[in-house]
């Protein structure tokens, strides 16, 4: 009757007290100590592996805010760690790192239904193991990432993020941008106009190539340079720095594409963003997979015409990880379609960060709890956190028709995630506090539909 739930990070350490709390028993396999990922150090569970920071703690103002707030109501181990062992921070909640991840295996330690092993799954899990959770994060150890790509199919888990900025649609200017996919080809599925297009002249497209090469890049650590994919997925900086019109022939190219706001002058270089979630609140700038520090993308980024005033629902990365093509592999409750029996959660979900980790560790903990106990479970409604994450992840983002369905990256919570306010719930449409208000509004009716799934859910965990 067991749940069995392999790595003890975030996600499988919230898992299992989920789980647990629900009445059944868990046991947790963590293959620390005895065989250490390239950035775990320890043999604590719950280890912060970087920063110690959970990020912004304001629930009204801020899409992570609100999903702290939603964890702590859900009873979420992780939450109630770091409240316990916050430290001075501003308005972001950062830990005691040790104290953190010390509190949280206490509590697992202590807890009678959960047994704690030590050892490396080191392929997939056996047979008679029913109902699993996978939450190895983004170092899977390589042997049991092996059988997993084995299992879902060639493509369909990828071993790095080559992440390029997703902008908020509302934050973009339609008096300088137009809507149009390149020689207005229709697609499978298009519409002829299926791409947001910025256009930049000469002068503009030099002064970019310029910022661009003179904005500061973060380095690879020495586990990452190995990752075999720089050739493939090229960072615009380095396009830039091979040749100055390198870009201009890649993704910048301003063939097949006529600006209405100007008939008559061909746009030297467009930048294209292609909506990103089914919502269609969230685009993707194409081919702007970058290395530059967060800071200079925002400045750089906000120079092109049409991005002035640009808001980015998550920045560019390229980092090692390991995660799957979830909104094709997995279902509703996280579990793979091709074997039901294998759940998955936190990063290796395609999800990103700590604290989005974790909260896909307490669903899946829930959902494999009700399973066990027969009883039925439904996820989050989509106007929370949990949901808008969940929802995301399970089906959410919009492949691109040309990727293969492959355009799937990690995502962090944002408001982008969610389903807009109706006309009855939004406040005014202007004045100088729209922003805040539009969040306050949101929050405020993500925070009353989770109370009411709460109350669904109460019977549960009292279990
Ligand atoms: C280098 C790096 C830095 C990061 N920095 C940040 C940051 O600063 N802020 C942030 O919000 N996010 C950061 N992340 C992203 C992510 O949020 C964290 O990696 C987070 O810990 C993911 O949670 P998780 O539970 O999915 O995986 P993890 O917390 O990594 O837990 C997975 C666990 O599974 C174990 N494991 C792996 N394979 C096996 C196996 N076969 N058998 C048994 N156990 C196994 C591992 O030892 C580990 O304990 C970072 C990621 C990386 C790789």
């Not at 629930?59 to 964890?71: F, I, R, S, T």
């Not at 697609?187 to 910022?211: H, M, Q, S, V, W």
């Not at 408001?415 to 509004?441: H, M, Y």
Request: net charge neutral; charged share 25%; glycine share 10%.
């Amino acid at each position: 009757m067991r749940v069995r739930i392999v790595g003890g990070g975030l996600a499988g350490s919230e898992a299992a007290w989920q789980a647990a709390s629900r009445g059944v028993p868990v046991t947790l396999h963590e293959m620390r100590p005895a065989r250490l990922t390239e950035a775990h150090k320890s043999d604590g569970l719950a280890e912060l592996v970087c920063s110690n920071s959970f990020r912004s703690d304001d629930a009204e103002g801020n899409a992570v805010g609100l999903l702290h707030e939603e964890m702590r109501r859900a009873g979420s181990l992780i939450m109630a760690a770091a409240d316990r062992h916050k430290l001075p921070a501003g308005a972001a909640l950062a830990v005691d790192r040790d104290d953190f991840s010390a509190c949280v295996t206490r509590a697992l330690a202590a807890d009678p239904l959960v047994a704690i092993e030590r050892g490396e799954v080191a392929g997939l899990p056996p047979p008679e193991w029913d109902n699993v959770i996978i939450a190895t994060g983004p170092l899977t150890s390589p042997a049991l990432a092996e059988a997993i790509e084995a299992l879902t199919g060639e493509g369909a888990l990828a071993f790095f993020d080559a992440i390029a900025p997703i902008v908020h649609l509302d934050s973009i200017d339609p008096a300088i941008t137009w809507r149009q996919s390149r020689y207005d080809k229709l697609g499978p599925g298009g519409t002829g106009a299926d791409y947001i297009n910025c256009p930049l002249r000469k002068g503009e497209y030099e002064a970019f190539i310029d910022a661009l090469i003179g904005a500061e890049k973060t380095s690879f650590k020495a586990w990452e340079a190995s990752t075999p994919y720089f050739e493939g997925c090229l960072p615009i900086e380095v396009m830039a720095e091979r040749g100055r019109d390198t870009l201009r022939f890649g993704p910048m190219k301003p063939v097949g594409l006529s600006n209405p706001h100007t008939p008559g002058e061909r746009p030297y270089a467009v930048v294209q963003l292609r909506q990103d979630n089914a919502l269609g609140s969230l685009w993707n700038m194409v081919g702007f997979q970058t290395k530059l520090k967060h800071g200079e993308q925002t400045r750089v980024f906000r120079s092109i015409p049409g991005l002035a005033r640009a808001e980015f629902a998550r920045l560019g990365g390229l980092h090692r990880n390991t995660f799957l093509n979830a909104p094709k592999l997995l279902d509703p409750q996280l579990r793979l379609n091709v074997s039901p029996r294998l759940r998955f959660a936190g990063q290796i979900t395609g999800c990103e960060g700590y604290v989005e980790s974790a909260a896909i560790g307490l669903l899946a903990g829930q959902a494999a709890a009700a399973e066990r106990r027969g009883r039925p479970w439904l996820s989050p409604p989509v106007t929370t956190a949990l949901g808008a994450l969940i929802g995301h992840i399970t089906g959410g983002h919009l492949a691109a028709a040309d990727d293969g369905g492959r355009s799937f990256q990690p995502m962090n919570i944002n408001f982008g995630l969610f389903p807009p306010l109706t006309a009855g719930e939004a406040g005014p449409a202007s004045g100088k506090d729209r922003g805040r208000n539009k969040k306050r509004r949101l929050s405020a009716r993500a925070l009353a539909d989770l109370e009411r799934w709460l109350a669904g859910r109460r019977d549960d965990a009292a279990a």
